[in-house]
């Protein structure tokens, strides 16, 4: 992993940088396995706990960011109190939203990352379909703009994600959650 950094100037995805119009992947899954599959040992907040009791916990001695800040790439400090940038990958940043959870920040013609990232997700034993059958995986593009939507589709479609919600969301086909 590489050095911590604390930066004002981080933000998510604020290290692509280039030509190529950028997406973000939702991974609605546990969190702290998805940490722990990335080599991480820390323990991340569960964001679908509605306990108030559980959040007092995650809160108290100035939160969640202090217990992990040593084994993650950048707690950002100087952002949103729920962020943290949990790795840098080459290409793909992968950080933790206290609000919803694992995000995957990346150009979309770099799908392909993704997808082989989650594949080995998968194989360490992380769901990425719900308990309904539905993927725990969405892709969007990061700004809503008719060309923009447009160009991450064909290279969200060539990937073999498939809109099933709306027309800003792709998620993972049946055979491959």
Known sequence: MEAQVESDEIAPGSSLTGPGDRVVMNVFADA?????ALG?????PDSDNADPAYWERIHADGGYKPRIASQIADPWWNGDPDWVLLIGLPRVEVWFDIE???????????????????????????????????????????RLDDALVARVRAHLESAGLVQVSNAIIWELPPGRR
């Open 32 to 36: 702290t396995k998805i940490a722990h």
């Open 100 to 142: 919803e959870g694992v995000k995957l920040f990346l150009f979309a013609a770099d799908i392909g990352l993704a997808l082989d990232l989650l594949d080995r997700l998968r194989a360490r034993g992380i769901a990425l379909t719900g308990e309904d059958g539905r993927s725990l995986v969405w892709v969007a593009p990061t």
């Open 40 to 44: 991480l040992n820390i323990e991340l």
